[in-house]
Protein backbone atom coordinates (compact mmCIF):
# COMPACT_ATOMS: atom_id res chain seq x y z
CA UNK A 1 0.00 0.00 0.00
CA UNK A 2 3.17 2.31 0.03
CA UNK A 3 2.57 3.41 -3.31
CA UNK A 4 -1.24 4.32 -2.87
CA UNK A 5 -0.52 7.52 -0.65
CA UNK A 6 3.79 8.29 -0.58
CA UNK A 7 4.82 10.81 0.99
CA UNK A 8 8.70 10.41 1.48
CA UNK A 9 10.15 12.99 3.83
CA UNK A 10 13.83 13.56 4.25
CA UNK A 11 14.93 13.06 7.97
CA UNK A 12 18.55 13.79 7.53
CA UNK A 13 18.89 17.17 9.06
CA UNK A 14 15.86 17.31 10.57
CA UNK A 15 15.22 20.15 12.51
CA UNK A 16 13.42 19.89 16.30
CA UNK A 17 10.58 19.97 15.31
CA UNK A 18 8.72 19.66 11.61
CA UNK A 19 5.11 19.49 10.99
CA UNK A 20 3.39 18.59 7.73
CA UNK A 21 0.07 18.51 6.77
CA UNK A 22 -0.44 15.90 3.95
CA UNK A 23 -3.85 15.33 1.39
CA UNK A 24 -5.23 12.89 -0.53
CA UNK A 25 -5.81 13.70 -3.86
CA UNK A 26 -8.88 12.71 -5.92
CA UNK A 27 -6.98 10.30 -7.99
CA UNK A 28 -5.20 8.47 -4.66
CA UNK A 29 -8.77 8.46 -3.06
CA UNK A 30 -9.93 6.78 -5.96
CA UNK A 31 -7.32 4.02 -6.05
CA UNK A 32 -7.94 3.46 -2.39
CA UNK A 33 -11.87 3.35 -2.98
CA UNK A 34 -10.93 0.52 -5.43
CA UNK A 35 -8.32 -1.36 -3.11
CA UNK A 36 -9.95 -0.89 0.19
CA UNK A 37 -13.20 -2.06 -1.48
CA UNK A 38 -14.79 1.28 -0.05
CA UNK A 39 -18.10 3.12 -1.12
CA UNK A 40 -16.60 6.45 -1.27
CA UNK A 41 -13.54 8.39 0.39
CA UNK A 42 -14.58 11.93 0.05
CA UNK A 43 -11.29 13.09 2.52
CA UNK A 44 -7.81 11.81 3.29
CA UNK A 45 -5.48 13.89 5.59
CA UNK A 46 -2.88 13.72 8.38
CA UNK A 47 -1.47 16.26 10.43
CA UNK A 48 2.15 14.88 11.45
CA UNK A 49 5.04 15.85 13.28
CA UNK A 50 8.39 15.20 12.79
CA UNK A 51 11.31 15.07 15.90
CA UNK A 52 14.79 13.84 16.51
CA UNK A 53 15.17 10.94 18.34
CA UNK A 54 18.37 8.98 20.02
CA UNK A 55 20.62 10.64 17.49
CA UNK A 56 20.18 9.45 14.19
CA UNK A 57 16.56 8.12 14.66
CA UNK A 58 13.26 9.95 14.23
CA UNK A 59 10.02 10.26 16.22
CA UNK A 60 6.65 10.58 13.71
CA UNK A 61 3.57 11.64 15.60
CA UNK A 62 0.32 12.15 14.00
CA UNK A 63 -3.45 12.63 13.64
CA UNK A 64 -5.08 10.86 10.44
CA UNK A 65 -8.70 12.20 9.23
CA UNK A 66 -11.08 10.51 6.78
CA UNK A 67 -14.86 10.90 5.56
CA UNK A 68 -15.85 7.48 3.90
CA UNK A 69 -18.35 5.10 3.39
CA UNK A 70 -18.09 1.45 3.53
CA UNK A 71 -20.43 -1.35 2.24
CA UNK A 72 -22.44 -2.64 4.82
CA UNK A 73 -21.83 -6.36 5.60
CA UNK A 74 -25.22 -7.85 5.36
CA UNK A 75 -27.46 -5.47 2.76
CA UNK A 76 -23.89 -3.62 0.68
CA UNK A 77 -25.81 -0.08 0.96
CA UNK A 78 -22.84 2.80 2.57
CA UNK A 79 -22.12 3.21 5.90
CA UNK A 80 -21.34 6.67 6.53
CA UNK A 81 -17.95 6.60 9.28
CA UNK A 82 -15.59 9.22 10.34
CA UNK A 83 -11.53 8.72 11.02
CA UNK A 84 -9.99 10.60 12.96
CA UNK A 85 -6.51 8.35 14.56
CA UNK A 86 -3.73 9.60 16.43
CA UNK A 87 -0.32 7.40 15.83
CA UNK A 88 3.44 7.16 17.05
CA UNK A 89 6.13 5.33 15.03
CA UNK A 90 9.40 5.73 16.24
CA UNK A 91 12.62 5.00 13.65
CA UNK A 92 15.99 4.44 14.23
CA UNK A 93 18.84 2.95 11.80
CA UNK A 94 20.05 0.52 14.38
CA UNK A 95 16.50 -0.83 15.12
CA UNK A 96 16.49 -4.91 14.55
CA UNK A 97 14.94 -5.38 10.73
CA UNK A 98 13.81 -8.88 12.03
CA UNK A 99 12.80 -8.97 15.14
CA UNK A 100 12.59 -12.17 17.07
CA UNK A 101 10.07 -14.54 16.49
CA UNK A 102 8.70 -14.98 20.20
CA UNK A 103 8.65 -11.18 20.82
CA UNK A 104 5.86 -10.86 23.75
CA UNK A 105 3.54 -8.18 22.67
CA UNK A 106 2.03 -5.64 25.47
CA UNK A 107 -1.14 -3.36 24.54
CA UNK A 108 -0.17 -1.17 27.20
CA UNK A 109 3.23 -0.78 26.18
CA UNK A 110 5.11 1.40 23.08
CA UNK A 111 5.47 -0.80 19.93
CA UNK A 112 9.51 -0.61 19.12
CA UNK A 113 11.03 1.31 17.21
CA UNK A 114 11.30 0.20 13.30
CA UNK A 115 14.34 0.45 11.01
CA UNK A 116 15.31 3.65 9.43
CA UNK A 117 16.28 2.93 6.17
CA UNK A 118 18.52 5.97 4.00
CA UNK A 119 17.43 9.00 6.17
CA UNK A 120 13.71 9.12 4.23
CA UNK A 121 10.13 8.68 6.01
CA UNK A 122 7.26 7.82 3.92
CA UNK A 123 4.78 9.52 5.99
CA UNK A 124 1.98 9.07 3.70
CA UNK A 125 2.68 4.98 4.22
CA UNK A 126 2.60 5.40 8.04
CA UNK A 127 -0.79 7.39 8.04
CA UNK A 128 -2.36 5.36 5.16
CA UNK A 129 -1.23 1.79 7.59
CA UNK A 130 -3.43 3.82 10.71
CA UNK A 131 -6.40 4.60 8.58
CA UNK A 132 -6.20 1.21 7.28
CA UNK A 133 -6.23 0.15 10.92
CA UNK A 134 -8.76 2.07 12.00
CA UNK A 135 -11.51 1.39 8.97
CA UNK A 136 -14.34 -0.97 10.71
CA UNK A 137 -13.77 -4.14 9.90
CA UNK A 138 -17.91 -5.23 9.62
CA UNK A 139 -19.83 -2.02 9.09
CA UNK A 140 -23.70 -2.37 9.77
CA UNK A 141 -26.36 -0.35 8.40
CA UNK A 142 -28.39 0.80 11.04
CA UNK A 143 -31.39 -2.21 11.41
CA UNK A 144 -29.55 -4.15 9.25
CA UNK A 145 -29.76 -8.38 10.51
CA UNK A 146 -28.13 -11.16 8.84
CA UNK A 147 -30.87 -13.94 8.34
CA UNK A 148 -29.48 -17.51 7.08
CA UNK A 149 -31.97 -19.19 4.63
CA UNK A 150 -33.66 -21.61 5.37
CA UNK A 151 -32.52 -23.90 2.85
CA UNK A 152 -29.21 -23.06 5.00
CA UNK A 153 -31.02 -23.35 8.56
CA UNK A 154 -29.07 -26.27 10.84
CA UNK A 155 -31.76 -29.10 11.12
CA UNK A 156 -32.84 -29.68 15.30
CA UNK A 157 -31.33 -32.37 16.43
CA UNK A 158 -33.77 -34.30 18.79
CA UNK A 159 -32.15 -33.61 22.22
CA UNK A 160 -30.82 -36.84 23.75
CA UNK A 161 -33.52 -37.16 26.20
CA UNK A 162 -36.11 -37.23 23.24
CA UNK A 163 -34.66 -39.90 21.93
CA UNK A 164 -34.26 -41.99 24.73
CA UNK A 165 -38.34 -41.50 25.60
CA UNK A 166 -39.12 -42.20 21.96
CA UNK A 167 -36.69 -45.38 23.04
CA UNK A 168 -38.87 -46.26 26.07
CA UNK A 169 -42.05 -45.83 24.36
CA UNK A 170 -41.22 -48.11 21.70
CA UNK A 171 -40.49 -50.87 24.26
CA UNK A 172 -43.85 -50.40 26.26
Given at each position: ????????????????????????????????????????????S??????A???????????????L???????????????????????H?????????????????????????????????????????????????P??????????????????????????K???
Open positions: MTALWSRPTNVRHLADQTQLTITATDEERADLVETLDLSALDQLADIVLRWRGDGVRVEGRVMATSQPCGVTLEPVPSQIDERFEVKLPDAAENPASDVDVDVEEADPPERLVANTVDVGAIALEHFVLALDPYPRAGAEFELPEEFQPEEEPSPFAVLASLKADS
